[in-house]
C-alpha cells in the first residue's frame, strides 16, 4: 500500500507560477511511474504530466506543455509538478498518482495508476 500527499494547491492570479508536491510512502519510488491528473467540475479526470520510472522519460498533455514540469526527487519520494504562466483554464483539483507497473504507452490513462492522493484545489482568476 502506498499512500500520496499532496500540497502547494492555491489561489494565485493569470500569469502567476505555483508548485505542488506530492510525497509517497514506500521504498521502491524510484521504480514508479508517477503522474499528475486534474478534474474540472462535472468532468472526467484528465491527465496532465507524467515522468516513466526514473527513466527521465516525460509527457505532457498538450494544453500544459512548455508551461508545467514535472520533476522527482526519488531520495525524498517526491514528485513536483511547477506550473508556469498559469490561466484561468487551469482551474481545477489536482491529483497525484503512482503506477507500480505501468507500460511507457499507457501513462496519459487514470487506469493505469494504482494509487491516487486526495488532490489540492488550484485556482487561478482572471
Known amino acids: 500500500q502506498v499512500q500520496l500527499e499532496e500540497s502547494g494547491g492555491g489561489l494565485v492570479q493569470t500569469g502567476d507560477s505555483l508548485t505542488l508536491s506530492c510525497v509517497a510512502s514506500?521504498?521502491?519510488?524510484?521504480?514508479?511511474?508517477v503522474g499528475w491528473f486534474r478534474q474540472f467540475p462535472g468532468k472526467e479526470r484528465e491527465f496532465v504530466a507524467a515522468?516513466?520510472?526514473?527513466?527521465?522519460?516525460?509527457y505532457y498533455a498538450d494544453s500544459v506543455k512548455g508551461r508545467f514540469t514535472i520533476s522527482r526527487d526519488n531520495a525524498k519520494n517526491t514528485v513536483h509538478l511547477q506550473m508556469n504562466k498559469l490561466k484561468p483554464e487551469d482551474t481545477a483539483v489536482y491529483y497525484c498518482?503512482?503506477?507500480?507497473?505501468?507500460?511507457?504507452?499507457?501513462?496519459?490513462?487514470?487506469?493505469?495508476?494504482?494509487?491516487w492522493g486526495q488532490g489540492t484545489q488550484v485556482t487561478v482568476s482572471s
Open positions: 514506500g521504498r521502491a519510488f524510484r521504480t514508479y511511474t
Open positions: 498518482a503512482i503506477a507500480q507497473r505501468a507500460i511507457a504507452s499507457t501513462v496519459q490513462r487514470p487506469t493505469a495508476y494504482d494509487y
Open positions: 515522468e516513466f520510472r526514473s527513466y527521465g522519460h516525460t
